[in-house]
Each structure stands twice: as structure tokens, then as C-alpha cells.
């Protein structure tokens, strides 16, 4: 293997699955966190952020099977459950921050989406999304036919099935924002049984534990402020939101060197060129396969997911190797 392959995990939710107050949350087991760290220290060389910025500026090369640690969208679990495994195996994380997460205390869209799917039949819900984009279309919002969005959103992926992906997206990027945000606050409501603030305050880390975190070395990012798909954003407003992400997170980053996550792994062109004139130095996106930090553009490094190593799978060895 060249020294420019590098492995990314990438991790969102880590926490006690089974004792959690919403078990059917899609994240990573705590004990099953354990047993992936132990098959990483015997397996690969668990590398630092400031080891691949080096190497991708042309210093250094990266150790054969370098892995790093991605984690995404600022969740506390990541401080109360990971951190401190990390701690024991002598391992960086580059923890990735949507801004807005800590300054206004507001559930993001994405967060709100989550455990709707976590507290619910997926079958019932998607019945419940439609007849709301059914009810709201054709007054103040206009967008195309609930069949002719079916046919387009519902498909399979990777993790989820073709109804879950439809209700993702629908209420991720698809419907006008201001719509998005009611429907989704509507079904939070129904199902969840937690006011929407009382949970922002429950999941996401604190300014002082992302201290912590920069104080214990492990690595600080941008994950931009609203969590947006930037790429599907005006210009305008694809800058205010990076700009606004780099402000709030000024403390814990190096502006003149700093690394982006993006959103949903969405970006375009314009974003590229914004982020790179304002310092970006690596992105990393949401492409399944090993990356090579020779070949590949150092704004779109691919990741793999935590669930592609083990002890839940061993794709690993099957993306690019």
C-alpha cells in the first residue's frame, strides 16, 4: 500500500445504545466502540490531523495503514462516551462542529429528522409526510406532486431503505426551507415527547467541553453553521453560513489552516473556491472509499463509516485497497 493511503472513520451518535432513552437512534454501541478502538490499535496506525495536513502540504509521509478519526455534528455523546475512550487508547479525534449547535441552543433540522425516525414506524411516518406535503401544497408553498417526488427520493442506499431515504430528504433539502422546518417541528411534536429546546441542550457539547477537548489535543473542525447542504444553497448564502461557522468557531480553529467537514457531504464548485480563499486546507466528504492523499483533491478526501470496520463489518477491505 502507497504512504498517501489513508483510512477516515467516520462516527456520528456513540453512546450506550441500550440504555439510552432512544434506543432505535442509529449510532455506535459504546462497547461495540471499545472493540473497534482494540481491532484499530492492533490493525492500524491511528494518525493525527496535523500529521495529514503535513503530509498532504508534501511533508511527511503518513505510516503504512494510517487511520483517522472523524466525528461529526457535536454531539455530547462524543464527549461523554468517546472522548474518554480515546483518552485510554492514545488516540486524536477531529470532532466536527456545526456552529449553531452551542450559540442559539436550537435542534438542527437534521437532529429533528433523526429522532422522529428514532421514535417511530417508518411506514406510518411516511404516510404523515405525505399527507402534510399534500395539505401545505398550493397556498404560500409551490413544489411538484407527492408521486413525481416518490419517484424521484424513494430509493435505497447504503444504511437506509428507500422509505427513510424519502423522508430524509424531503425534509433535509427537497421542500422550501420554512416549510421543512414546520413539517419537521410538527412530527418532533407527535412523536417525540421532548420539547425541541429541552433536547438541543441535552445533545449537543458546550463551549467548555469543546475546550476540553482542545486542551486534551484532540482536533477541532468546521462543519458549517446551520448544517446546510452548502451546494444546494445560493452563493450568498453558502457564504454567509461558512462565514458565520468561522466566526463562532474561531476559538478552537487556525483560520489560516483549517479543515472542512461538509454537511451531508455536499458541496459544489463554488463552495470549494470559498472555502479554499478563506484557509480551508483538507475537506473531508461523505465519498465510501479509502483515500489517497497523493491523487485525490485535498478539499474532497472520501471517508468510510464506522460500520464498515469491525466489529460490525469488514467492508473496509473492499473500498480501494
Given amino acids: 500500500m502507497s504512504q498517501g493511503k489513508l483510512f477516515i472513520s467516520m462516527y456520528h451518535y456513540t453512546r450506550d445504545l441500550q440504555h439510552s432513552r432512544y434506543p432505535e437512534i442509529k449510532g455506535m454501541d459504546i462497547r461495540l466502540l471499545r472493540q473497534q478502538f482494540d481491532f484499530f490499535k492492533k490493525n492500524f496506525n491511528v494518525v493525527r490531523m496535523e500529521q495529514v495536513i503535513d503530509a498532504v502540504k508534501g511533508g511527511k509521509a503518513l505510516p503504512e495503514n494510517a487511520l483517522l478519526l472523524t466525528f461529526d455534528d457535536g454531539y455530547i455523546d462524543n464527549f461523554t462516551y468517546a472522548f474518554p475512550l480515546l483518552e485510554e487508547f492514545g488516540f486524536q479525534g477531529s470532532f466536527f462542529i456545526p456552529g449553531k449547535t452551542f450559540t442559539t441552543h436550537q435542534l438542527l433540522d437534521v437532529n429533528k429528522i433523526h429522532y422522529i425516525l428514532a421514535s417511530t414506524d417508518i411506514k406510518k411516518l411516511v404516510v404523515d409526510v405525505k399527507e402534510k406535503m399534500d395539505y401545505y401544497r398550493g397556498n404560500e408553498f409551490d413544489y411538484p406532486s407527492t408521486e413525481e417526488l416518490w419517484s424521484q427520493y424513494a430509493t435505497d442506499e447504503r444504511f437506509d431503505g428507500k422509505d427513510t431515504v424519502f ?24 412523536y417525540v415527547g421532548v420539547k425541541e429546546e429541552q433536547l438541543a441542550y441535552e445533545l449537543y457539547m458546550t463551549p467548555e467541553q469543546l475546550r476540553t477537548l482542545k486542551k486534551h489535543d484532540m482536533f477541532i473542525g468546521i462543519h458549517g453553521y446551520d448544517h446546510y447542504w452548502l451546494g444546494n444553497l445560493s452563493p450568498e448564502q453558502m457564504r454567509e453560513d461558512v462565514s458565520k461557522a468561522l466566526e463562532t468557531m474561531d476559538e478552537f480553529i487556525d483560520r489560516k489552516e483549517w479543515v472542512m467537514n461538509y454537511p451531508y457531504g455536499n458541496f459544489n ?25 497523493n491523487s485525490d483533491p485535498a478539499l474532497q478526501l472520501p471517508r468510510l463509516d464506522c460500520n464498515d470496520f469491525p466489529p460490525k463489518s469488514e467492508n473496509y477491505k473492499t473500498w480501494g485497497i
Fill in 167 to 190: 423522508v430524509k430528504r424531503i425534509l433535509q433539502t427537497v421542500l422550501p426551507e420554512k416549510l421543512r422546518n414546520q413539517i419537521s417541528s410538527d412530527l418532533f411534536e407527535k
Fill in 269 to 293: 464548485d463554488d463552495v470549494l473556491s470559498f472555502i479554499a480563499e478563506k484557509g480551508a486546507c483538507i475537506g473531508l466528504t461523505t465519498e465510501v472509499r479509502v483515500a489517497d492523499i
